[in-house]
């Protein structure tokens, strides 16, 4: 695989030179986050209520509070929550697994 590093997404262009496999897996990746993050960002980051956040991530992911707080120290790293850190990591992960089963299923 290319080196993701080089892959340059914009809004109105997207990577055409990865063909195949590759390609459907970066594509259905990328639509399923930007789907994902619309839908949740809204609410997640408005107020940035720390009981909101958790509330989503509990209801979109199954996760426990004692799971959210899991990720403080490497949340801390990049001055973020641990709700943002969890929030970013999930919805990246939930992506990468529809653009997985998009090329495998």
Same mark, same amino acid.
């Given at each position: /695989?290319? *080196? ?6 914009? =809004?109105?262009? #997207?990577? /055409?030179?990865?063909?195949? *496999?590759?390609?459907? #897996?970066?594509?259905?990746?990328? $639509? ?12 997640? $980051?408005?107020?940035?209520?720390? =009981? %909101? ?12 509070? =004692? *799971?959210?707080?899991?990720? =403080?120290?490497? @949340? ?8 943002? !850190?969890? #929030? $970013?990591?999930? %919805? @990246?992960?939930?992506? @990468?697994?529809?653009? !997985?089963? @998009? %090329?495998? *299923?």
């Amino acid at each position: /695989m290319e *080196d993701t590093r080089k892959i340059q997404i914009a =809004e109105n262009k #997207f990577p /055409m030179l990865i063909m195949g *496999d590759e390609n459907r #897996f970066l594509k259905t990746t990328y $639509f399923q986050y930007i789907q994902y993050c619309e839908s949740l960002s809204a609410s997640f $980051f408005k107020g940035r209520s720390t =009981e %909101v956040q958790n509330n989503i991530l509990k209801a979109n992911f199954g996760l426990t509070n =004692e *799971d959210i707080l899991s990720w =403080e120290n490497r @949340a801390s790293r990049y001055q973020m929550t641990p709700q943002s !850190f969890s #929030f $970013f990591l999930h %919805v @990246a992960m939930y992506s @990468a697994s529809h653009g !997985f089963n @998009a %090329v495998y *299923d």
